[in-house]
């Protein structure tokens, strides 16, 4: 039997998210259910179905954001250097796992880690370091941090105070989204509930002293990553950024206080329409969230605005040039979806960190998608296709089904505790492997078109030797300070993790006092405690 039969003879064509795919779309099968996208409506109008803004990349194009971060600062800044002169116009900042995980570089719990995975971050030296020669009041910086993210964003803004720029002058976001570190990710440190308080301490510290800053990315990119469905991803991220919300709420904030400076970060994935058809159905589906749950009156609050980048876990570490052609088909979906800002991920991510070439590939897809390719000359250029719309409807309509069952079993935090959002994403992970070992899906390269392989290529590799210096240089700072004022700001921090008070404020003076990231994220463990994961099987 020929391939092309063979093909036709699948009972079904279904996207990842399990939606049966028809032969051909129309006006009779755009959506089973027409209570879902009614109407797609105007870019820049509510629900926003096609954009939050009425220009979308007429006006500009979106931040051109490349995630870098690695070794010691010094390093760090100079890949931000070379990627700000080649065109990027955002930065991110990775951080390694004891900066996430909250140790300074010279504790026993960051041995081996120093520097591998990111940056490393110990104090405020580090941060002026990193950020060294950067125009900080005309950039806008991405941290990824989450655990630790008020440490970070108060070392940010101590090193901006030295330099005389005021907080209100600063843009940027943090990712400051510690429920789906429980559910996807792991670099939690405190239980939910004391890490839900200091989020919302961020939110209010920040409405009033640094305005134009992005208090929370609300992620879905590693939900995805764990392996959930795209219809998943909207849901699990919603239904988190809905927790925040109430819990912001709860604490007496008004909720167009700060829900205009929320913000999203979501996977692009290879389902190219599937993935278009996502961004629309979650910008939709929050805009009514927020208008009708929470009452907002704020258009700016009702609007999902959202960084993207591309699937990590689709890149294969066979025929890392196939990276290449994944890696422009998702950043396609993404600005076709309409996406704020995106991050393209290197070609090589697969085998260890970009190497300098690797990372300008990917900076210059974004750029050939941006001037060449004229998809950003027309605003949301696939509205009204059948297909696309009918996906759309259908990805709103199952992420509505999940927060209802999320709802109906007591909210995100409970169903963490569980283990049951975890375990819907396991599902979906094991079910989407089997495939691939069954040929049902194709992975090029890895169970199709498979081919020996050259020599091994050039990987950029971490020495011991930048942990042996970033730890000398952190224990010369340590030397050097005055331990008394050290304490002092110590058990202010304590004093005020357990009285309620905002922690912000606590968090930089400290570290304007030389006060280090692991001391304080101390200071809060003996307060909060420490987060242990429940094992679903």
């Not at 026993?108 to 405020?124: C, D, T």
């Not at 002092?488 to 008070?501: C, F, M, V």
């Not at 922690?503 to 930089?508: Q, R």
Request: charged content about 25%; glycine content about 8%.
């Amino acid at each position: 039997m020929s391939k092309e039969k063979e093909r036709l003879r699948k009972s079904k064509f279904k996207t990842s998210s399990e939606i049966d795919i028809e032969s051909v779309y129309g006006p009779d099968n755009w959506s089973a259910d027409k209570s879902y996208g009614t109407s797609i409506g105007a870019p820049g109008k509510y629900p926003y179905t096609r954009g939050v803004q009425e220009t979308m990349y007429r006006g500009r194009f979106w931040t051109m954001r490349q995630y870098a971060g690695f070794g010691s600062a010094r390093e760090s800044n100079e890949r931000y250097k070379m990627l700000l002169a080649r065109g990027q116009t955002g930065l991110s900042v990775a951080f390694d796992l004891p900066t996430q995980m909250g140790y300074d570089s010279d504790h026993v719990m960051s041995s081996g880690e120093v520097g591998k995975v990111g940056v490393a971050i110990s104090s405020i030296e580090d941060m002026e370091v990193l950020l060294k020669d950067l125009p900080l009041e005309k950039i806008s910086t991405s941290m990824t941090i989450n655990s630790t993210a008020g440490i970070l964003l108060a070392l940010y803004i101590a090193v901006a105070r030295r330099r005389g720029i005021a907080a209100d002058k600063l843009t940027g976001t943090i990712q400051n989204d510690l429920l789906k570190e429980y559910i996807a990710r792991g670099t939690y440190i405190f239980p939910p509930k004391p890490s839900l308080r200091v989020i919302t301490d961020i939110f209010q510290y920040c409405a009033n002293e640094v305005p134009n800053w992005n208090t929370i990315s609300i992620s879905g990119y590693h939900i995805r990553e764990a392996g959930s469905t795209a219809a998943q991803e909207i849901a699990f991220t919603l239904a988190n950024g809905m927790t925040y919300v109430q819990s912001a709420i709860d604490q007496g904030l008004d909720v167009d206080s700060f829900a205009g400076r929320l913000s999203f970060f979501f996977n692009v994935h290879n389902n190219f329409f599937e993935e278009a058809a996502k961004f629309r159905a979650a910008r939709r589906l929050w805009a009514k969230i927020m208008r009708e749950r929470f009452g907002a009156k704020d258009e700016k609050s009702w609007k999902l605005r959202f960084h993207s980048q591309t699937a990590g876990s689709t890149l294969t570490a066979q025929q890392p040039e196939n990276n290449i052609v994944r890696v422009t088909l998702q950043a396609l979906a993404s600005v076709l979806g309409g996406t704020q800002s995106l991050h393209t991920n290197s070609m090589d991510e697969a085998l260890g960190l970009p190497t300098e070439k690797a990372a300008t590939i990917a900076l210059r897809t974004q750029q050939i998608i941006a001037n060449e390719s004229g998809v950003a000359d027309t605003i949301d250029p696939l509205g009204g296709s059948f297909f696309v719309e009918s996906l759309t409807d259908r990805l709103e309509q199952e992420a509505v089904d999940y927060i209802r069952r999320i709802e109906e079993m007591g909210g995100v935090v409970k169903c963490i505790e569980s283990g049951w959002i975890q375990r819907e994403i396991q599902t979906a992970a094991y079910q989407f492997q089997k495939a691939v070992e069954s040929k049902e899906e194709i992975v090029v390269g890895v169970n199709a078109f498979i081919q020996d392989e050259p020599g091994e290529p050039d990987i950029l590799k971490i020495t011991e030797e930048v942990a042996r210096e970033q730890i000398q240089r952190l224990k010369k700072f340590k030397a050097v300070r005055d331990e008394k004022i050290v304490a002092q700001h110590l058990e202010r921090i304590r004093n005020a993790a357990s009285a309620n008070t905002n922690l912000m404020p606590a968090f930089v003076d400290a570290v304007e006092n030389n006060v280090t990231l692991g001391e304080i994220a101390d200071a809060l463990r003996g307060v909060f405690g420490l987060f242990r994961e429940t094992i679903t099987v």
